[in-house]
């Protein structure tokens, strides 16, 4: 693997120091190579904020005496535009890839200036210039390439230069020990722009990791929606075709990972009851993210009616579990939502609420349910009215009450 903290090729012809599975580009002690070798991608991660902040003091003292230089390196052009802000909007090809010739003859979109980020892709490809894709593609005991590592540091001028080579011979894909590929690690990572970059080099997007995660199933399980928000207007561009519907190895798409997760933040926020303000701050931000999203999903094709493959439950079924009000005005404001859809089991989502144990959002839910339409007559497959899987209490007798169309209760 390459050294977490300096990822820098020599020119060809240059003293390399070999061990299995990473280069060594700087005269250190094998001690140090030997040391460095054992670093996995995940530790990485961890390492990724303290050697950002390292790296963006040197960027900014070499960068005050860098002077354009015109030179002739593989780097695409379509990522020329304002800094952190790529223009993915002019100048794309229908497939998503560039020509021979415009990976010849990058030229920033401004007449001749060089942002930061420009600057940056001139020295990462003058430092790779004579490195060919066959030994980039090398991985390390882990399955990592240096791809995986520089994106897994959040180095993305060496990232997108790297890509740009390895798609040159269809090694942009290549997965590490988890099943993840370059594209995965940084939708885990919420790197919005190294995610765009990989797809317009031509990253795949409907690949699985070992639990059966597309990168979309990533960014729906953290929260990452600025990532997922990405994809949807990179490949929108790009032409590639997503499945967003794609179930992984639990049966669940991409949009009931965002909803279980969503759940998972109420079931906090409930059970910790008085929170400090920055708790409740914290949760009330992880929840907006969720929420972001799933709307996110809805806007791009999901359907919250799709069933997940072990019990049968649609969103809505899944939201009933937790009373989510927030998301069931969400589902149940999209056209042809299916309130009475039942599970494999022949529960309504009526049945859900109704046999949740004195929740305090419970009563509203039963209302949101049947103002909508729901049914108080379904029967599961055990001959069950939701009136019958009521618990006695308080909060109990407000639910009979409307199951039995109370509708003083109702308003």
Not at 238 to 267: C, R, W
Request: charged share 20%; aromatic share 6%.
């Amino acid at each position: 693997m390459l050294d977490p903290r300096r990822s820098e090729f020599l020119p060809m012809g240059a003293n390399f120091n070999q061990n299995p599975g990473f280069l060594i580009a700087d005269p250190r002690p094998p001690e140090y190579a030997h040391a460095m070798h054992k670093k996995t991608v995940k530790e990485l991660l961890m390492m990724r904020r303290f050697n950002c902040l390292q790296d963006d003091k040197n960027v900014m003292h070499e960068f005050k005496t860098v002077k354009a230089e015109a030179i002739d390196v593989d780097v695409s052009p379509q990522l020329f535009g304002p800094p952190g802000h790529p223009n993915i909007s002019n100048g794309f090809p229908e497939n998503g890839h560039t020509s021979p010739q415009q990976l010849q003859h990058p030229t920033p979109a401004d007449g001749g200036k060089l942002t930061l980020f420009h600057w940056q892709i001139q020295q990462q490809a003058q430092r790779l210039g004579g490195v060919s894709p066959e030994l980039l593609s090398m991985q390390d005991a882990d399955g990592d390439t240096v791809l995986h590592i520089a994106v897994a540091q959040g180095r993305r001028a060496l990232a997108y230069v790297i890509a740009a080579k390895m798609s040159q011979c269809g090694s942009l894909d290549i997965k590490e020990h988890n099943g993840q590929t370059a594209l995965q690690i940084a939708a885990a990572t919420n790197q919005q722009l190294i995610v765009q970059d990989l797809l317009v080099h031509g990253a795949q997007i409907n690949t699985r990791d070992l639990w059966g995660r597309s990168p979309l199933h990533l960014c729906a399980e953290k929260g990452h929606f600025l990532s997922l928000q990405s994809i949807c207007r990179t490949l929108k561009v790009t032409g590639q075709q997503v499945d967003i519907e794609m179930f992984n190895y639990d049966g669940l798409t991409p949009l009931h990972a965002a909803v279980l997760s969503h759940n998972a933040v109420v079931k906090e926020r409930r059970t910790l009851g008085n929170l400090c303000s920055y708790m409740a701050k914290e949760l009330a931000r992880r929840a907006h993210m969720y929420v972001e999203c799933i709307k996110t999903l809805l806007l791009t094709g999901a359907s919250s009616g799709t069933k997940d493959q072990k019990s049968g439950r649609t969103c809505l079924h899944m939201a009933a579990e937790e009373a989510n009000v927030e998301l069931f005005n969400i589902f149940l404001d999209q056209p042809q939502s299916a309130v009475n859809v039942k599970t494999f089991s022949g529960n309504t989502a009526l049945h859900i609420v109704s046999s949740l144990q004195n929740h305090k959002r419970q009563v509203e839910t039963v209302k949101l349910l049947m103002r909508k339409g729901a049914d108080p007559a379904a029967r599961n497959f055990e001959n069950e009215l939701p009136c019958q899987l009521v618990p006695r209490g308080p909060t109990g007798e407000k639910v009979q009450q409307l199951l039995k169309g109370n509708i003083y209760m109702l308003k």
